[in-house]
């Protein structure tokens, strides 16, 4: 493990001096970032503004309800959305042999491969409407409830790390798979963008045990906001840390169980 | 016990069959089953330097691939350093290198230092280490000639050898190279050919693939030919040599020859100007022979022996062997 976060930031520095090199490239990529984001953040605004609330949320709890679910994917993909994504490549093109001939494990390296730098436009928005919607709701916020929300940050993102390495991960056996990555992943996890209340019994249902993205920020937002409506609500709440970690674990065993069908192609 | 050692190793790969209708496709996922090593048996000692040959697709990159620890054999054993690979993938990858020809493994838009200096650390090299090689390949690479250029503005020559010295950084054991000559120009292939003989020469074990027969006769000993699977022939390349026994004789007349005798064992192949082009087989016929019947009726003005190039004759072996 040490020696994964010391070759991580001899990877990372690396991949900062090699990105220098097309600078102009890399400052528009995080601009063009925030502008897109803050974007969508000023869109609650406005409809919380025109219609008070959605289902009883108002700007500050869509803030934290978005913020995290924005805040946890972006630090997600800083570690590995170019390389979660780009697995298939290295799949079909057999770029992956590389990693295989290296004493180090094969996840660890392809999170090294590439840090995800286009997304720190999106930590920061994110981070800004948080840090914000956090201290206006500072009196409904009892340290350990302070506790809860970084450490929902943390299985948040490892569960969106999860979600991301088992989409390359199909890559495997399909070949290709960022085409079910953006069904399953982003369009179906879009719906987490609102309060779960707002949709029918069977989508909550599919968001819940299907496809846990509510574990992501609606359950835990519900716990933080006071806002649950029963003692499922809660206990759901509870469980999102725990949701997080076996999503990750799953992830690597499912990377570990494609990457025994791999048949590295030609040469 | 031996540096490489393969018993009964076999490998084949799961292929979906291409249906005739579209929906079919779609629908069912039906398998064929492509036999890329069937039953190989190899055994490799320390030092040795080995060669393998065979035509394309003959199932040497997947030969290779088991033995690095890439792919998992679907049958058979397999030990490298006495270790299975794809088990112990992380250790077998401390004591080999590895460099195939048309993947580098540099960093593309860094210096070669960068991608050394990641080396040293996820190997964990010594320093004293890492300076003596960096010394040595500096020596007999011109390594540092191009130290501080972005690996992207290299010439391919110079991207191998950079290459070269990335694989043996960590003092590997076992060499493994897949076409470590493709598209060099003269110098280099010579410069890279003269640096592995010297790397064989300290007791690194070498296994190669290459077109390039130069490749192998200069610095392979021992070369084995592997066609559908399986190795066909494993021996020296100057016992294959030997074992080819025709030759070629260019033989210019003085004049418009009247009459070309007929001799067992030797025919004309064609005639180019003045110039005949005999094919002889000296297992057959002698040169004495083929004196006296040509040379007694006809003025010679000139004749020249060649023996049969290395790339005709495994072009031949291959040819025959798919027959």
Known sequence: MRKFFRLYRIYTIQ???????????????????????????????????????IDGWGFADMS??????????????????????????????????????????VIEQLICSRFGDTFVGQVIVAGIFLTWAMFKHISLLSIGKVLYFFLILISGTMLQIGAMIVVG???????????????????????????????????????????????????PALLLLGKGNSVIDYVLGGLSPFVGVGVFAFSIVFFYKGLQVYCSPGN | MG???????KKSYKVAK????????????????????????????????????????????TLIKMMVG???????????????????????????????????????????EDTLKLHREMYEIPDAIYKRNIEKFDKTLGICSFWHQPVRQLSLGQRMKADLAVALLHDPKLLFLDEPTIGLDVMAKKQVRDFLKSINGDNVTIILTSHDLKDIEEICPRVIMVNHGSIVIDTSLSEIKAKVSEQKILVTFAEQPKSIPVLEGCKLVSQEGDTFIFQMDSLKCSFTDFFAAVGSKNGIENISVQSIDIDEIVRKMYAEDVQ
């Open chain 1, 169 to 219: 991960s199909l890559s495997f056996w399909l070949n290709k798979s960022t085409k079910i990555g953006e069904v399953f992943y982003y369009e179906i996890r879009s719906l987490i963008h609102y309060p779960l209340s707002i949709y029918p019994v069977w989508i909550r249902y599919l968001l819940t045990y299907l496809l846990p993205w509510a574990f992501i920020n609606y359950y």
């Open chain 1, 15 to 53: 991949f900062f001096k090699a990105r220098a090199e097309y600078r102009l490239n890399f400052w528009l990529g995080i601009l063009a970032n925030i502008y897109s984001y803050f974007i969508t953040f000023l869109n609650y605004w406005i409809i919380t503004r025109r219609f008070e609330n």
């Open chain 2, 3 to 9: 540096i490489i050692e393969l018993y009964d190793v």
């Open chain 2, 18 to 61: 291409r249906e005739r209708s579209f929906l079919k496709q779609l629908l069912f996922h039906r398998y064929d089953e492509i036999v890329a090593v069937q039953g190989i048996n190899l055994q490799i000692e320390v030092g040795e330097a080995v060669g393998i040959i065979g035509p394309n697709g003959a199932g040497k990159s």
């Open chain 2, 70 to 112: 890439i792919l998992q054999p679907t049958a058979g054993t397999l030990y490298v350093n006495s270790k299975v690979p794809y088990k112990h993938r992380k250790q077998n990858a401390k004591n080999i290198g590895v460099v195939f020809g048309q993947r580098t493994q540099l960093w593309w838009d860094l210096p070669l």
């Open chain 1, 64 to 105: 934290i309800l978005y913020g995290i679910n924005l805040f946890t994917y972006a630090i997600a993909g800083t570690f590995v959305w170019y390389n979660a994504f780009q697995l298939e490549e290295e799949i079909i093109s057999g770029g992956l042999d590389r990693y295989l001939v290296r004493p180090m494990g």
